[in-house]
């Protein structure tokens, strides 16, 4: 059952670039998106969120992107700094209660 | 900054064996969780808690396991007879529940109980 996908097991950047890490989802009826980055030996934590109304939503350096018709939403962080190395889960959400997360991208930012 | 604490961070039991995996989710959130993380997978939704009585469970939930919040700060998670396949990384999580729009959705989470059955 995976409504939830990543692609990319991992990515890597040079320092300053942009990332744009990956995330499509197969159920229509998800109605919130969020982005959490975890280091080892750590529990998730929030990153960034959007609503299923909105495309856009920006917070310093991250950026969260959603295309409905495709099911698709990326984060963007720019500029990519080697502290942003961790891995990166989306998650999504219908009836509030039921987190779907990905398999996670392991983002190593090289400076 | 108030943060979702778990015990203990590491728990080693034998196969049959029942475990208890503590939480202390932040103080005033009213809705918990638990997930896991099998090594090298994805996190896995378990199973959400509100008003005393679970919420919505996932089809890993099984006999198995039960949730508890006992008093009123502890959330525990128990598996009654583990199996090998149990271990993994188990976290914990809460959230508000308020009517905020964007806090409501955002789950905290502990920095997890790594679970290994031998």
């Known amino acids: 059952d995976q409504q939830v996908k990543q692609n990319s097991p991992s990515l890597s950047v040079q320092e300053g670039r942009i990332s744009i890490l990956n995330c499509d989802y197969t159920?229509?009826?998800?109605?919130?998106f969020l982005w959490y980055k975890k280091y080892p030996a750590e529990g998730p934590t929030f990153l960034i969120s959007?609503?299923?109304?909105?495309d856009k939503n920006e917070d310093g350096r991250f950026t969260v992107f959603l295309n409905k018709s495709a099911k698709h939403l990326s984060l963007h962080i720019v500029p990519s700094q080697p502290g942003d190395s961790a891995v990166y889960f989306c998650?999504?959400?219908?009836?509030?209660?039921?987190?779907?997360f990905g398999s996670g991208t392991k983002l190593n930012v090289k400076p | 900054e108030p943060e979702v604490t778990q015990t203990p961070s590491h728990q080693v039991t034998q196969m049959g064996q029942e475990v208890i995996l503590r939480c202390v989710p932040i103080?005033?959130?009213?809705?918990f969780y638990w997930y896991r993380q099998i090594l090298g997978q994805k996190v896995e939704f378990l199973v959400s808690?509100?008003?005393?009585?679970?919420?919505?469970k996932s089809e890993i939930f099984d006999d198995q396991f039960s949730v508890e919040r006992p008093d009123g700060s502890n959330f525990t998670l128990k598996i009654r007879s583990t199996k090998l396949e149990d271990s993994a990384m188990y976290f914990c999580?809460?959230?508000?529940?308020?009517?905020?729009?964007?806090?409501?959705?955002?789950?905290?989470f502990g920095a997890g109980t790594r679970l290994s059955v031998l």
């Open positions: 159920n229509s009826m998800f109605d919130y």
């Open positions: 959007i609503s299923s109304i909105k």
């Open positions: 808690f509100y008003n005393n009585e679970i919420s919505e």
């Open positions: 103080s005033n959130h009213l809705y």
């Open positions: 999580a809460s959230n508000p529940g308020r009517a905020v729009r964007l806090a409501k959705n955002i789950q905290y």
């Open positions: 998650a999504a959400i219908y009836n509030f209660n039921k987190f779907y």
